[in-house]
């Protein structure tokens, strides 16, 4: 005896969202808070702190602008992606989630060159308080940008499968993971001013 898992494609009645989407929401919300705790630490050791290391003046503002537009880019192209599953339009798709991949891979090999510059600078998390948190938190957001490159490589090719099954539920984990996409492109729009401008 087999029981169907319901709420796959259509909404439940009560809440209005797929089971993808309850859970990506859910997800994300973990993720707002391990952000948010960050976020929060990173505040609480700035204002109490009596001498704040300078270490954003040593930050490359350019490049950290540069990864902005590509995050800001990759978000658009995900939306743009996920639209045209909506219009049925699978060819159109495949070459949005391609640049959103690659606009993925763009931005880690940016901030490769930004980490390689502090290497050979002698600057570690071990140097001072600025750069513990700076490594911390954008690291942890790079892991981030690996993951969804992951999700969005696996949907670009052996997962497409399901469009030829069920178109509508492919486009609702496509939407899924544009939701989460668009959650690391957020956090990097708070990293951006926090670390290098303020």
């Known amino acids: 005896m087999s029981a169907e898992i319901r709420y796959i494609s259509k909404p439940h009645p009560v809440s209005g969202l797929t089971n993808s989407k309850l859970g990506i929401w859910c997800f994300l ?20 702190a009596v001498e704040w290391p300078q270490g954003a003046s ?3 503002v350019p490049l ?6 590509i995050l800001i880019i ?42 390689g510059h502090k290497f050979s600078h002698h600057h570690f998390p071990s140097t001072d308080m600025f750069y513990a948190l700076y490594f911390t938190l954008t690291g942890l957001h790079g892991l981030h940008v690996i993951g969804g490159i992951i999700v969005n490589l696996y949907f ?16 609702g984990r496509i939407e899924a993971a544009g939701l989460y996409w668009h959650f690391v492109d957020l956090v990097w729009i708070f990293l951006f001013p926090v670390l290098y401008l303020l």
């Open 156 to 171: 670009l090719f052996p997962g497409s499968a399901l469009w030829h099954k069920d178109p509508e539920q492919f486009t």
């Open 29 to 48: 919300a973990s993720e707002v808070m391990l952000f948010g705790g960050l976020f929060s630490a990173y505040i609480l050791l700035r204002t109490s």
């Open 64 to 69: 950290a602008t540069l990864n902005t537009l």
């Open 74 to 115: 990759s978000s658009v192209t995900m939306v743009m992606s996920w639209a045209s599953l909506a219009m049925k339009e699978f060819g159109k798709y495949r070459k949005y989630m391609g640049a959103t991949v690659l606009l993925g891979f763009l931005f880690l090999v940016v901030k490769s060159f930004e980490y």
């Open 58 to 60: 040593r930050l490359n």
